[in-house]
Every structure is written in C-alpha cells, then in structure tokens.
C-alpha cells in the first residue's frame, strides 16, 4: 500500500505547478476558473497525500506498539486532514464531478462514508475501545486507498483494455463506473481482512 501510494504521490507532482492543462484539469472545462472549486481541488489532493503516506504505518502492529507516541501523533495527523480537510473538499467536488448524477452520487457517498469512519474510528481511540477503533481505521483507510485504485481502474477502463484488443468504456461512462468501484471493493477487501485476519491488523 506504501508504495503504491508514493506511486500516487509522484503521479499529481505535476499539479502543483498550478497548469490547468494536465490530465485531470482538462476534463474540469471552465471549473479551473473557478477559484473555490481549485482550491478545494489543491486541498484533496494535498490532504489526500498526507493521509496515504501516513495511514499504512499505523497498522504495523510492531510499530505500532514499539512507537506508541508516534503511532497516536500520526494518528491525530491523519484523522484532523480528513475530518477538516480531505472528506469536505472531497465532498465540495462531489457535486462537480464529471458523469452526471450517478458519478456524483458515487463520490459524494465517498464523501461522506470518509469522514464518518474517521469521525468513528477516533472516537472510538477516545472511549479506549481500541478494537473497534482499529475496525473503523481499516474501513476510514480502504476508502483513503480510493485515490489510488481510481488511478488504476480509468486507464484501464479507457485505454489499456483496448491495446488487448477488448471493448473500451467511452470516459463519461468510465468516470461513472469508477466512481463506484474505486471505493466499493476497497470497503468489502477491508471486511474480509476485518473478518479473516483481525490479529494482524
């Protein structure tokens, strides 16, 4: 996941040097005019980052018990960039995604499952009920992971596919199907690791 993640990492470096002619911008039209929309659109991706950089340490259960103190610091790190930070741009975009009103619905669910296993998985730490605290941080992580099976599945969808002599989606149908399969099998991979290998997590 750490790797895969730096991979993310190095793949939107390109956004910040602040072009509106790269990859994802180009399909926003006159949004990248729209200075509410890009600094949302800086403050997901930014967030976004932190939170998959520093989320597949906390479930090192011999790091997480050799560094406590570290584990917690990263831990409030994590929860504070999406409850106030990741989840509610993430949200704010929802309503602009591209793909009509499924692919909107898609990621604003996204949205908001996000910020409400975070807020649980907390509150959970705060009651000291630690087992269902570790529950709600897989769950809160398999949709941190949607940054990166996002980035998997549209090339997929709409151009490798293609070079093996398959049928490809047309994008608008690409980013309305993938804005369901970016997260959905990540929640249900997190429930079966929840259920087959609790100990490890």
Aim: charged share 15%; glycine share 6%; net charge positive.
């Amino acid at each position: 996941m750490l790797i895969l993640s730096v991979v993310v990492f190095l793949n939107v470096t390109d956004y910040f040097s602040f072009r509106t002619d790269i990859e994802f911008l180009l399909w926003k039209g006159t949004l990248v005019k729209d200075i509410a929309w890009m600094a949302a659109f800086y403050m997901h991706i930014t967030s976004s980052l932190v939170c998959l950089i520093t989320g597949p340490l906390q479930f090192v259960p011999r790091w997480r018990n050799r560094y406590p103190k570290l584990h917690r610091k990263l831990g409030k790190a994590y929860v504070f960039t999406i409850l106030f930070f990741a989840a509610p741009s993430g949200l704010y975009m929802g309503f602009y995604a591209n793909g009509g009103f499924w692919a909107k619905l898609g990621f604003i669910i996204l949205a908001l499952l996000w910020f409400v296993t975070t807020y649980l998985a907390i509150r959970t730490a705060m009651q000291r009920d630690f087992v269902a605290h570790r529950k709600w941080m897989v769950r809160s992580y398999a949709l941190v992971f949607s940054a990166v099976t996002l980035r998997v599945y549209m090339p997929l969808l709409t151009y490798f596919i293609g070079e093996l002599g398959l049928p490809t989606m047309n994008p608008e149908l690409a980013v309305v199907v993938t804005s369901w399969i970016n997260w959905v099998p990540n929640l249900v991979v997190g429930e079966l690791l929840l259920r087959f290998t609790p100990k490890n997590l």
